[in-house]
């Protein structure tokens, strides 16, 4: 079974709307870590936040925010006031308690259209 | 720029070759990670060394071999390559020393095209 899911394929928004970009996880594990990763078109991957599961305080960095919501298994990825040059592929990731490996979504693929 | 480096960055081959990817990590991490994201599979993790030493294995190919070095510069060799094995490989550091959940730097990859 997938243990990241990221439903939406593909995004295509207008510059400057807001978009919310969906991962839902599975685990059995308490204590767990989820990160966001970006991918331009360039191909290499871009580290964009880590979270741990104890901490469900949303985080909001300069037009990125993120709320990570445990009763639903949740950790949404918000930007504001898209640009251009947030066009990239996005990819959720989960690490359990023991061992550092991560468990990829299949990742949206958003498109910011000027 | 991460501060991982991934040598060469792109790589053609024939199928039944053998060739070999190379990854320096950060400066100080002693973990390496390497994962395998092709269309079709999406991103998987194959192997982790720490400090050396096999830590992890995940959907890592018999044909498919990793190592770390002393200097904790790592290579991953593959084998008996197949069309399907062309896909990008990244190479991945982190500190190593802090247990479970550890952020992950990567590198630019390896984008490798059997023929």
């Known amino acids: 079974a997938q243990k990241v899911t990221q439903a939406q394929t593909e995004i295509s928004v207008v510059e400057k709307e807001d978009v919310t970009l969906d991962c839902v996880y599975e685990?059995?594990?308490?204590?767990?870590?989820l990160f966001w990763y970006k991918q331009p078109p360039s191909g290499e991957l871009v580290f964009l936040i880590r979270?741990?599961?104890?901490?469900?305080q949303n985080e909001i960095s300069g037009r990125y925010s993120w709320n990570f919501q445990k009763s639903t298994s949740s950790f949404n990825f918000t930007i504001t006031a898209s640009q251009v040059v947030d066009s990239a592929v996005y990819f959720c990731?989960?690490?359990?308690?023991?061992?550092?490996?991560?468990?990829f979504g299949t990742g949206t693929s958003l498109t910011v259209i000027p | 720029d991460s501060g991982v480096t991934q040598t060469p960055k792109h790589l053609i081959t024939a199928t039944g070759q053998r060739v070999t990817l190379r990854c320096s990590p950060r400066?100080?991490?002693?973990?390496v990670y390497w994962y395998q994201q092709s269309l079709d599979q999406g991103l998987q993790f194959l192997i982790q060394?720490?400090?050396?030493?096999?830590?992890a294995k995940g959907n890592i190919l018999e044909r498919f071999s990793a190592q770390q070095f002393p200097d904790l510069h790592s290579e991953l060799n593959l084998s008996s390559l197949e069309l399907g094995d062309s896909a990008l490989y990244f190479c991945a550091s982190s500190v190593g020393t802090q247990g479970g959940g550890e952020t992950q730097y990567f590198g630019p990859g390896t984008r490798l095209l059997v023929l």
């Open positions: 060394y720490y400090n050396g030493e096999e830590r």
């Open positions: 979270r741990n599961s104890f901490d469900e």
């Open positions: 990731a989960l690490s359990e308690e023991v061992g550092n490996q991560f468990y």
């Open positions: 400066s100080g991490d002693l973990s």
């Open positions: 685990t059995r594990d308490t204590t767990y870590y």
